[in-house]
Structure formats: C-alpha cells, structure tokens
C-alpha cells in the first residue's frame, strides 16, 4: 500500500502548527491535531544543511543546501492545491532513517505486487510469437501460481526469488534465469507519507509568515 496526497491530507485534516523556533534557518515546527490527539502528529527541525522530521510516521533526516526549506520548495509547480514532492531525487538527499522499532529502517521495500507483475511481464514477452496451446499456457501458468505466487509476500524478496530461481518448466525451460537483476522494490507508505508531510508544513510555515508580514 502505497501513500497519495488524499490519504495524507485525510490524516492530517485536524492538525495545528505551533512554531516553537523560528531563527533563520534554525526552526522547530509541531503540527499535532487541535484536540491534542497524538495520530499521526510530526515535528520538523532544520539547521544549517539539515532537515529532520519525525513523529508518528517515523524520522527521517535529510541534507542538500544551508536553507531546506528553499530545497523542498523547488517542487511545487504551478497548482497551489498539489503538494509536488520529487520522490527519487529527495530519497538521494537522506542520511538517516529510523529503525522502525525492529532494526528495519528502509525507504524502500520488496513488494509482492510488483514481483508479479514482473513475472507476468516475462512470461507475456516470452510467450508473443511463440507458438503453443493454450494447454501449454494455462499449464505454465498454474505452476508459476502454484510453485511462486502462492509464497510471494511483501518484504519476503528472498523468498519470492528463491522460488522463481527454483521454477522449471519443461515446455518452457530457462524462462526466469535472470530474474535476479530485477528490482521490485518499492518507495514504503511511511516515506511517501513524510515527504507530502514536509511539503505541506512548508506550505503551512509560508503561509504564517506572509499573514505576519501583511
């Protein structure tokens, strides 16, 4: 399960800022809901070359230039109610992220869904022009169910490859003998769900301060 900007904004509906330090590019910024319920409450720290965020949907910090705040903002195209967020080019700017409680700290993970469909990507590639039955083909494909999909789970990518490096298939031999250079790894729904977090507060922030200067 993957994080979009309706989710998040859904998450966050009730949320206050509270600026606890705002010293040029020294800030503490909380946003938490107004009822002081903690789901999915967050805080972002900057320093010179530096910003953290962390709270509810775990930490993480990242560094490019003296002011984030500026980097961040480069994103944010022309629709003032799209939260842009560049998912690639951020991820390459992080330092650290928090260990999820089990030593398990990742902005990426195996994903099953995206390991089928590599799969099945093979196999129809595989299969155009060839000629065979449609007994051939409705074989093939209850194997590749029955001896790898049906152990393919999410963050389990050892598994999953192991099964398909293992399949043989006498009709169609030598189907998957590359299948370890493909990467089915995809960005986790705690991340996707950070970045539209730091968008959305600098857009909060920004917003604050212009109703001050007015």
Not at 21 to 35: E, L, N, S, T
Not at 56 to 83: A, E, H, I, Q, W
Not at 101 to 117: C, D, H, I, L, T
Not at 129 to 156: C, H, K, M, P, S
Request: net charge negative.
């Amino acid at each position: 399960m993957s994080c979009d900007q309706q989710r998040f904004e859904r998450d966050i509906a009730q949320h206050k800022m509270t600026i606890v330090r705002d010293d040029g590019v020294d800030r503490h910024i909380k946003f938490r809901a107004a009822d002081g319920d903690s789901c999915y409450w967050f805080e972002i720290l900057t320093w010179p070359g530096a910003l953290l965020i962390r709270g509810d949907c775990g930490t993480y910090v990242f560094s490019r230039t003296t002011d984030m705040f500026s980097f961040f903002r480069v994103d944010r195209g022309n629709d003032p109610k799209k939260l842009y967020i560049n998912t690639g080019y951020w991820a390459e700017k992080l330092q650290a992220v928090s260990s999820d409680g089990y030593g398990r700290g990742a902005v990426e993970r195996f994903s099953g869904s995206s390991f089928k469909q590599r799969v099945k990507e093979r196999v129809d590639g595989y299969l155009e022009g060839r000629e065979t039955t449609a007994e051939q083909r409705a074989d093939l494909w209850r194997d590749i169910n029955d001896d790898v999909f049906a152990y393919v789970e999410d963050d389990r990518e050892d598994i999953a490859f192991s099964r398909l490096m293992d399949f043989s298939s006498k009709d169609f031999p030598r189907l998957f003998e590359d299948c370890w250079e493909w990467n089915c790894k995809e960005y986790t729904f705690r991340f996707i769900w950070n970045l539209y977090a730091i968008a959305w507060a600098i857009r909060q922030y920004d917003a604050a301060k212009q109703e001050i200067a007015a």
